[in-house]
């Protein structure tokens, strides 16, 4: 029996075997939610990230707290990792309810490692190579019978680090560091657990022996460490290097571990963020702390954004810098809180009454949240405007793998402007871009300006004027054209010219870059297009779009009643192309990367294609 | 667009704040609305404050009552219908150094902003709220308000109101504010103590003020009025001088005796209700947990701070 704990055995090596290589695979954990199972996929990932392997995970939570089916896929492996993989290489039952509903998941030729204390897979069933692993009392066997089953996730943990040639010494110092803070028993049982499943003898799990090829991690490229974290903490941690220090917000799924990753990190900071009454005051306080020269940060999700539209309206009037994060769910109403969906971009874009405009953006992946939210709050403060980030449910509770910012590079100190204002300060001046004296800065014409809602003139007094309506309203438009001016190119991928380019914006940049590989493989001329900036838009774009026969707009929401996107009606609108299309779907998933290529392959009519598609095509694609 | 010359050089830092310096814009309220006085003595008790100008905030919801910023010269804004108190929480949380005062009417601050009144009081804010009823909203020309009174005719209530008003006293003082007082805009000495008094509290203060809208509600509140035949009955503070007098008199820190006398018959009495100087603002609560958050981090810099974070997530 092999025992991870002697250090001549650390790394798993296994006498007189050798390990079949592999870049990458896919594993499915399916048990309930109080298995720990996220656990597992916690622990692979920093794995990953301390063995210089890329790493991203799909989770999802059920909507019942305690209780009921959990998931969670992981897929490692070397070099970039764009998307969750659309089927699982490996699929781990951890009862009945969680083979039946996942089985389908698991490619042919998989493998299948289920509890046989809980599950009987119907028998003959040869499309793959089973393993049955008694994860039940093979635990309560090992850690003694007191904690009956608690720790199965950790033998499976070790059951993976022998089947995968994981590194042993970092995966159990990870383990004992996760619980090192707890009482000496439960490390002892935690360790008793993983050797356990580590040195699980029987069957044919000793046929199991893979190693992932020599990497080339993003460590060696730029030379700083990695770090494993979801999308909410990124951007968590990118407000707090944007120097925002102050916030409000109100708790709903599955925005609230940003505020409370604020809430716990900001006093460290001098900062404060309140927990108000609903979203309304949140928004109000937020912009209240913005107007004494402190930018703030509110946010939410889809229900909750929509009660902070009417003091939204009023930032853009009386033009406050103001970061508003919508961590994106399936919708409308309370809709499918824990899945995700794309289809709050109109809101954002055009929510509320009047002409409001303000800035969009919405970060490409988990890495992206931290910088996305340093870009939020330097346009808030250059243009003093809202900025609304539209992230999602899967970006916020997704781990992925990437390299450390570099802090001291990029870390902006919060400024507060107390200086005396020139006599000649107008708080709205038609010919420059607003940006506002505190109170308590002093003035030098000893007017003091009024902040407000009502439409004004320069000085902030309230005007009826037709005349200055309108040129207040162009004023109050400009400052994004002029923002829209110094953006840069949006990233392109691929071919420059051809007969498809991909359009994608959020959370689906993995999954089209991975579409675009296997479209460009079977012989065809394509491009990939990732929107960071949604509104304004960079300029230009037109003139990417005429070079390809369709631009294909991949997006997470419903076709409507038009037949497109909500991101694809705002392209057709501005550029009046008819070439541009969707691909949209609202079954509360990310796209499958075959999902794209079959949606691009039945806009450009090629059976060609189609045929690479295959069986892994999925009825739910809408495709126009 | 005519930008205003300036005529008069401003104050020097320091000097005594004086009403023209406090003028702002000439205020639109209707000839005799009772607003006006609520501005006057609102100048009266900044200039005993005398505050720096800069530091002073004025902001309000949305309402007749609540364009009082414009009429102010001081920083200050006009929000949103309900949702001024948590703006200017934020405000007063954001800077400990401004002087926080927010205007509004009894819609605003009952109706659409009754929820956050409530909140707003009980976290204890250190700001002053003034509440300008005038049983009616005046803005959108007379529909039936939170404080108008079973029978009043209204546009919305044409054959008078039938819905049970709120007590607003009662209400006040239930929501768990820290300082709690009622006046009226006919007694420009007692508004002027009364706001004296709430601005110098640490913590939520609130004062109602009865403020008759001349064009929709008029006569609303002559029961209060002595030359209109009513009776002005104002509170007597308890002195503590151990005096059989000082007996009957009100002793604000008595939640007790402020609901009786929120229960008291319409038209009530005026003054300080309620008073609590003990309770602890949320700005001195989030104060101690920055410091006691700092002193575990050694008062490390916030990049220090964020790379310690930073490495531990690897
Ligand atoms: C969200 C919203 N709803 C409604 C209004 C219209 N409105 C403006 S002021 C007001 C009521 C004003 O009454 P009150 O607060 O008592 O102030 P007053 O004018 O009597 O001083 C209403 C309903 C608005 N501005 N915003
Ligand atoms: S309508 Fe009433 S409250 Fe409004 S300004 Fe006129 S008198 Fe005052
Ligand atoms: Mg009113």
């Known amino acids: 029996m092999v025992s991870p704990n002697s250090p001549e055995q650390s790394g798993g090596a296994r006498p007189g075997q050798q390990p079949r290589s592999l870049s990458d695979v896919v594993i499915r954990l399916a048990g309930n939610s109080q298995d720990g199972i996220q656990s597992i996929g916690g622990f692979l990932a920093r794995l990953a990230g301390r063995s210089d392997q890329d790493v991203m995970t799909y989770m999802t939570i059920p909507s019942t707290i305690s209780g009921g089916p959990s998931i969670f896929q992981v897929r490692m492996g070397n070099g970039d990792i764009l998307s969750a993989g ?19 998941s698991l490619r042919p030729g998989g493998i299948l490692i289920y509890d046989s204390d809980h599950v009987a897979p119907p028998a003959g069933d040869n499309r793959f190579t089973s393993v049955a692993v008694p994860i039940t009392t093979g635990t309560v066997e090992a850690v003694g019978g007191t904690s009956k089953d608690k720790g199965k996730n950790i033998f499976v943990l070790g059951l993976l680090a022998r089947i995968f040639d994981l590194d042993v010494a970092k995966l159990t110092g990870l ?3 996760r619980f090192g803070g707890k009482n000496e028993d439960i490390v002892r049982n935690a360790m008793l657990a993983f050797d356990a499943g580590y040195a699980w003898p029987q069957n044919n799990i000793r046929d199991l022996f893979y190693r ?107 033009e406050m810098p103001l970061i508003v994060i919508n961590v994106q769910r399936g919708g409308p109403s309370t809709g499918m809180p824990t899945n995700v969906e794309q289809s709050d971009l109109m809101q954002a874009i055009y929510g509320s009454h009047g002409d409001t405009p303000r800035v969009v953006l919405a970060p490409k992946n988990v890495e992206d949240c931290f910088y996305i939210a340093l870009e939020a709050a330097r346009i808030a403060r250059t243009y003093s405007t809202p900025v609304i980030i539209l992230t999602d449910q899967g970006l916020s509770s997704r781990i992925e793998v990437f390299a450390e910012p570099d802090l001291a590079k990029v870390m902006v100190a919060p400024k507060l402007d107390l200086s005396e204002r020139p006599a000649t300060f107008k708080p709205y001046p038609l010919d420059a871009i607003t940006q506002h004296a505190p109170p308590g800065a002093r003035i030098g014409s000893g007017k003091y ?24 309203t162009a004023k109050r438009r400009e400052k994004y054209k002029a923002l829209a001016a110094t953006l840069p190119a949006p990233e392109l991928f691929g071919d420059e010219s051809g007969e498809a380019l991909i359009v994608t914006w959020g959370g689906c940049y993995g999954p089209a870059r991975e579409a675009l590989g296997r479209i460009r493989k079977a012989g065809f001329k394509a491009g990939h297009l990732h929107l960071r900036h949604i509104h304004p838009l960079p300029l230009g774009l037109e003139k990417t779009f005429a070079k390809y026969h369709r631009v294909v707009v991949a997006e997470l929401n419903d076709e409507g009643m038009y037949g497109y996107g909500q991101l694809t009606m705002m392209l057709r609108a501005a550029y009046a192309n008819p070439a541009i299309v969707s691909v949209t779907k609202t079954d509360g998933l990310t796209f499958k990367v075959s999902e794209i290529v079959a949606g691009v392959a039945r806009h450009i009519e090629s059976q060609a294609l189609s045929a690479t598609v295959g069986a892994a095509s999925q009825s739910t694609l809408a495709t126009r | 667009m005519s930008a205003p010359a300036v005529a008069t050089p401003p104050p020097a830092p320091g000097a005594p704040l004086t009403k023209k310096a406090l003028t702002a814009d000439h205020p639109t309220w209707c000839p005799g609305c009772g607003d006006f006085a609520v501005l006057a003595a609102f100048y009266k008790v900044l200039e005993k ?34 949702r001024a108190l948590p703006f200017a929480a934020g405000i007063s949380l954001g800077r400990d150094d401004l002087h926080v005062f927010v205007f509004g009417g009894d819609g605003d601050g009952f109706s659409i902003g009754g929820n956050h009144l409530v909140h707003t009081a009980r976290k204890n804010f250190k700001l002053t709220y003034v509440i300008m009823d005038n049983s009616v909203y005046g803005l959108t020309k007379k529909q039936t308000s939170p404080t108008s009174p079973v029978g009043f005719k209204s546009k919305t209530d044409p054959w008078g109101a039938i819905d049970q008003p709120i007590n607003p006293m009662r209400t006040l003082v239930n929501s768990g504010a820290t300082f709690v007082a009622r006046s009226h805009a006919t007694q420009v000495n007692h508004m002027i103590d009364t706001m004296l008094q709430a601005a110098k509290h640490d913590g939520f203060s609130v004062v109602e003020i009865l403020s008759e809208c001349v064009e929709f509600y008029e006569g609303a509140f002559d029961s ?74 050694k008062n490390a810099p916030d990049l220090a701070l964020l790379q310690a974070t930073f490495a531990r997530l690897r």
């Open chain 1, 86 to 104: 659309d089927r699982a290489d490996m699929l781990v039952a951890f009862y009945q309810h969680s083979y039946d509903a996942h089985i389908g």
């Open chain 1, 175 to 177: 383990v004992k560091e």
């Open chain 1, 212 to 318: 992932f090829d020599a990497v080339h991690a993003a460590a060696e490229t730029t030379g700083r460490p990695q770090i494993t974290i979801d999308g909410n903490t990124a951007m968590a941690y990118g407000l707090l290097a944007a120097g925002v220090r102050h916030g409000a917000g109100y708790p709903i799924t599955p925005w609230s571990s940003i505020m409370e990753i604020l809430r716990t990190e900001l006093p460290k900071y001098g900062g404060v963020f309140v927990q108000c009454e609903d979203e309304i005051a949140s928004i109000s306080t937020a912009i209240g702390f913005s107007y004494t020269g402190q930018l703030a940060i509110t946010g939410s999700s889809g229900p909750g954004l929509s009660l902070k539209m009417e003091a939204l309206g009023w930032a853009t009037m009386a």
């Open chain 1, 449 to 472: 300006p009024t902040v407000t809602g009502l439409e004004h003139d320069e000085h902030g007094h309230p005007t009826g004027s037709p005349v200055l309506h309108q040129k207040m």
């Open chain 2, 49 to 82: 404050l005398n505050y720096p100008q800069e530091k002073i905030v004025t902001f309000a919801g949305i309402g007749c009552s609540s364009r009082f910023p414009y009429f102010v010269n001081t920083h200050g804004g006009h929000f949103i219908h309900g």
């Open chain 2, 224 to 297: 209060s009025v002595p030359r209109k035949g009513g009776t002005f009955k104002t509170i007597d503070l308890k002195k503590g001088d151990g005096s059989p007098e000082d007996a009957q008199r009100h002793d604000p820190s008595s939640l007790e005796a402020a609901f009786k006398l929120a229960n008291e018959a319409w038209p009530g009495s005026f003054g300080v209700f309620y008073q609590n100087k003990n309770a602890v603002t949320k700005n001195q609560l989030e104060a101690n947990l920055i410091a006691k958050t700092r002193e575990k981090t």
